[in-house]
Structures are given as structure tokens and as C-alpha cells.
């Protein structure tokens, strides 16, 4: 497959002018700059949720020029920015604005827990009146293009025409590709499956609103929600507590996966796909012991369609939304 190395940071040909990438998630925000020099000048810092609607695009900008600070890259200089961002997104004028679930508390309401209540945060028309150029994607869109162009999403040498990128981290993302097309849809929020029904657990509260659905069960923010209680603070932990053998936590992650599972069959099934990249710092940091698991549950089903289909880790590794928003604003 042939993955960029972690330990080899992709640099812009000799002469290109600077560009900022920009990786928001739910829990942190990731900026850096790319050059001729390499991936530089990362700064991160928590996603910002307290005050106006405005103060997650003031992070950005102000993060950007510290990170060009660090680079040693004059912010005039900047040629473009890309924004590879959770989702989902509004339109407002033609112009991305998010309505992320994990960002904004006026959608599920105060039962969430959000620290607002913002129903919707700037964010490409201030970056827009800053710098030349700007394209923003949602996350697991810009993941897919990076894994197409560098990562595990590629067959000898060219990029895979029906395939999937799917993060499992704060949410659940999803970028996707049939017939060598990237699907976007109206907003820009294709792959949002994350938010499919599932569950009729009525005690598993999404960021959107929805009762039982993925991410509502099994993002790494739902399960910490759900099963701090019983003494698992976090993902983490609980994995932890798994791998280690402790049975009531490798049940809990067996049904996490159960759920995760049923996911990736959907999309497997629907989209008629031959491999899943997956990523995210739920599965990235517990991988070899979650891929035999999603692997297993996809084992026999429906042959004629999950036959040819591969689940693998990210070639892209933890870097994964460095390279995703590099992808959006090089050729």
C-alpha cells in the first residue's frame, strides 16, 4: 500500500508557496503549516466551545499565525488554507458554517452538557476574508482524499475507486468514494454515518439530538458517558481494562464493536465497496486489538458482497489530519 511514513513528512515541491492545514475535531484543534520543508509548526489546543458563535473561527485565526510564527513562514505568505473539520455543516450565503454536535450545545439542548448554545459556529467566511484561498471539507471527506493520494487507500500505485475512510474518535466519520467519486451530497455532508439508528437505547444521547444512534453509542465522548459509571472513565481505560482481561470491560468493547461492526457492513453492503481505511484515536491507539474484532464480525456475512472487501488501519497513521487537510489545497 505503501503509506507515507510517519517518520518522513511529505514536502511540498521546491518553490510552492506555504499553506496552512487545519484539523478541527471535536476535542482538539490541529494546525500546522506545509512547505517545501515539510509538515511544520504544529500548535494544538482544546476546540474552543465557551463564549459567541465566533470564537471557535478567532482560535483558528489566531492559531494559524502562531503556527506560521513557529514555522518561520510570514502569514502573508499563506497561499491557502485547508480545513478538514468535523461535521455536519450549514450553508449560510453559500459559506460553511458547522453544526457539529460536538461543538455545538443548542442542538441536543443542555442535557449534552455544552458549555453554549450555538446551533451553528463560523467558520469559512472569516477565514475567507483572511486569506486568498480556502476549502473546507468535512473530515472524513479530506481523510479519504489523503488516504487515496498517500495512505492504505491505493492498489499498485493508483488510488482505490470504491473504498471508505472511516474515523472512530470523538464521533464517528466517514468519507466515501464509488466509481472513483468522492460523494459529497447537497451540504457537503455525505458520510455523516455516524448519525444512523441502531439502538433503541433511549439513555444514549447524541450531540445532534438523536437517541441511539452510533455515535451516540460507541464515540469515544459516548463512552465515556456511559460507562464512567460503572468504573471506566474513559475510551482509554476501558480498552485498557479490556486487553488487560477484565471480562465486564471486554464485553462492553465486544458490543462497542458489535456496533461498529453492523456500521461497516452497512456501508459495505450499500456502497459495494473493496476497502475501509480506518482511523481515530478511539481506533488508532487500540488498533491491534480492535481490527481482529471488526474483522471477525464482517467474517461470512453475505459473501457475495463482503468477499474482496478489506478493514485495515489508516496508512497515515496519527498524522492522518495533517495529510487530510493537505490534501484539500494541493493538486
Given at each position: 500500500m505503501n503509506p507515507v511514513s510517519s517518520c518522513e513528512p511529505l514536502r511540498l515541491p521546491a518553490g510552492s508557496p506555504p499553506v496552512a492545514c487545519v484539523d478541527i475535531g471535536g476535542t482538539k484543534l490541529a494546525i500546522c503549516v506545509a512547505d517545501e520543508h515539510g509538515l511544520r509548526g504544529q500548535v494544538v489546543e482544546p476546540t474552543a466551545k465557551h463564549g459567541p458563535n465566533s470564537a471557535l473561527a478567532a482560535q483558528l485565526l489566531r492559531m494559524i499565525a502562531q503556527s506560521a510564527a513557529l514555522a518561520n513562514?510570514?502569514?502573508?505568505?499563506?497561499?491557502?488554507?485547508?480545513?478538514?473539520?468535523?461535521?455536519?455543516f450549514v450553508l449560510k450565503n453559500g459559506l460553511v458554517e458547522l453544526a457539529a454536535p460536538n461543538i455545538c450545545g443548542g442542538l441536543a439542548g443542555p442535557e449534552r452538557g455544552?458549555?453554549?448554545?450555538?446551533?451553528?459556529?463560523?467558520?469559512?467566511?472569516?477565514?475567507r476574508a483572511a486569506f486568498p484561498r480556502v476549502r473546507v471539507e468535512n473530515d472524513g471527506t479530506s481523510a479519504l482524499e489523503a488516504e487515496r493520494r498517500w495512505g492504505a487507500l491505493r492498489r499498485n500505485g493508483q488510488p482505490l475507486a470504491h473504498c471508505a475512510y472511516v474515523t472512530?474518535?470523538?464521533?464517528?466519520?466517514?468519507?466515501?468514494c464509488v466509481d472513483g467519486h468522492i460523494l459529497r451530497g447537497k451540504n457537503g455532508n455525505a458520510g455523516h454515518a455516524g448519525h444512523l439508528f441502531v439502538s433503541d437505547n433511549h439513555e444514549a444521547l447524541c450531540g445532534c439530538g438523536n437517541l441511539g444512534d452510533v455515535e451516540a453509542l460507541i464515540a469515544g465522548n459516548a463512552i465515556t458517558r456511559?460507562?464512567?459509571?460503572?468504573?471506566?472513565?474513559?475510551?482509554?481505560?476501558?480498552?485498557?481494562?479490556?486487553?488487560?482481561?477484565?471480562?465486564?470491560?471486554?464485553?462492553?468493547v465486544d458490543e462497542l464493536c458489535r456496533v461498529m461492526g453492523r456500521?461497516?457492513?452497512?456501508?459495505?453492503?450499500?456502497?459495494?465497496?473493496?476497502?475501509?481505511?480506518?482511523g481515530g484515536s478511539v481506533f488508532w491507539h487500540h488498533r491491534e486489538f480492535l481490527l481482529p474484532r471488526l474483522q471477525a464480525f464482517m467474517a461470512g456475512k453475505l459473501p457475495a458482497l463482503t468477499l474482496g472487501c478489506e478493514l485495515v488501519s489508516a496508512g497515515l497513521g496519527d498524522r492522518v489530519g495533517d495529510y487530510a487537510a493537505l490534501a484539500l489545497v494541493t493538486a
Amino acid at each position: 500500500m505503501n503509506p507515507v511514513s510517519s517518520c518522513e513528512p511529505l514536502r511540498l515541491p521546491a518553490g510552492s508557496p506555504p499553506v496552512a492545514c487545519v484539523d478541527i475535531g471535536g476535542t482538539k484543534l490541529a494546525i500546522c503549516v506545509a512547505d517545501e520543508h515539510g509538515l511544520r509548526g504544529q500548535v494544538v489546543e482544546p476546540t474552543a466551545k465557551h463564549g459567541p458563535n465566533s470564537a471557535l473561527a478567532a482560535q483558528l485565526l489566531r492559531m494559524i499565525a502562531q503556527s506560521a510564527a513557529l514555522a518561520n513562514v510570514p502569514q502573508s505568505q499563506i497561499a491557502a488554507v485547508g480545513v478538514s473539520s468535523c461535521g455536519p455543516f450549514v450553508l449560510k450565503n453559500g459559506l460553511v458554517e458547522l453544526a457539529a454536535p460536538n461543538i455545538c450545545g443548542g442542538l441536543a439542548g443542555p442535557e449534552r452538557g455544552l458549555p453554549n448554545d450555538w446551533t451553528s459556529a463560523l467558520l469559512e467566511a472569516p477565514l475567507r476574508a483572511a486569506f486568498p484561498r480556502v476549502r473546507v471539507e468535512n473530515d472524513g471527506t479530506s481523510a479519504l482524499e489523503a488516504e487515496r493520494r498517500w495512505g492504505a487507500l491505493r492498489r499498485n500505485g493508483q488510488p482505490l475507486a470504491h473504498c471508505a475512510y472511516v474515523t472512530w474518535s470523538t464521533g464517528i466519520g466517514m468519507g466515501l468514494c464509488v466509481d472513483g467519486h468522492i460523494l459529497r451530497g447537497k451540504n457537503g455532508n455525505a458520510g455523516h454515518a455516524g448519525h444512523l439508528f441502531v439502538s433503541d437505547n433511549h439513555e444514549a444521547l447524541c450531540g445532534c439530538g438523536n437517541l441511539g444512534d452510533v455515535e451516540a453509542l460507541i464515540a469515544g465522548n459516548a463512552i465515556t458517558r456511559r460507562f464512567s459509571q460503572v468504573g471506566y472513565a474513559d475510551a482509554a481505560g476501558l480498552l485498557t481494562a479490556a486487553k488487560a482481561g477484565d471480562a465486564k470491560a471486554l464485553s462492553i468493547v465486544d458490543e462497542l464493536c458489535r456496533v461498529m461492526g453492523r456500521t461497516l457492513y452497512n456501508l459495505i453492503v450499500t456502497l459495494d465497496l473493496e476497502r475501509i481505511s480506518l482511523g481515530g484515536s478511539v481506533f488508532w491507539h487500540h488498533r491491534e486489538f480492535l481490527l481482529p474484532r471488526l474483522q471477525a464480525f464482517m467474517a461470512g456475512k453475505l459473501p457475495a458482497l463482503t468477499l474482496g472487501c478489506e478493514l485495515v488501519s489508516a496508512g497515515l497513521g496519527d498524522r492522518v489530519g495533517d495529510y487530510a487537510a493537505l490534501a484539500l489545497v494541493t493538486a
